[in-house]
Nanobody, 126 residues
Framework: QVQLQASGGGLVQAGGSLRLSCAAS????????LGWFRQAPGKEREFVAA????????LYADSVKGRFTISRDNAKRMVHLQMNSLEPEDTAVYYC???????????????????WGQGTLVTVSS
């Protein structure tokens, strides 16, 4: 069993920054992929960033490369998403997700993830 809690969302102006956090209650994260996905009003859920817990390999959507950074805290079992240079197009509900035994090339596929957090709202004003 894995439980995820996302937090850190809020309202910021374009060009600002936010840091999202995801706390995982899993007994082990060995072999897991942990990712961030977002869903904007009227749009389907899309991939943002992900990492392999054990090795720390990361993957980013083209739309956020150079602006967002995903990282992990092994001791606290948390995943963070540092979001810089935010744009109005980044406005969405952001979800933390987990998938056991996932390969690197599949990290960006939301349909493969088994566990999802409740989401946290990020609003970027122009």
């Amino acid at each position: 069993q894995v439980q995820l809690q996302a937090s850190g969302g809020g309202l910021v102006q374009a060009g600002g920054s936010l840091r999202l956090s995801c706390a995982a209650s899993a007994r082990t994260l060995t072999g897991f992929g942990l990712g961030w996905f977002r869903q904007a009003p009227g749009k389907e859920r899309e991939f943002v960033a992900a990492l392999k817990w054990s090795g720390g390999q990361t993957l980013y959507a083209d739309s956020v490369k150079g602006r967002f950074t995903i990282s992990r805290d092994n001791a606290k079992r948390m995943v963070h998403l540092q979001m810089n240079s935010l744009e109005p197009e980044d406005t969405a509900v952001y979800y933390c997700a987990a998938k056991p035994r996932i390969i690197y090339s599949s990290l960006g596929m939301p349909s493969l993830y088994d566990y999802w957090g409740q989401g946290t709202l990020v609003t970027v004003s122009s």
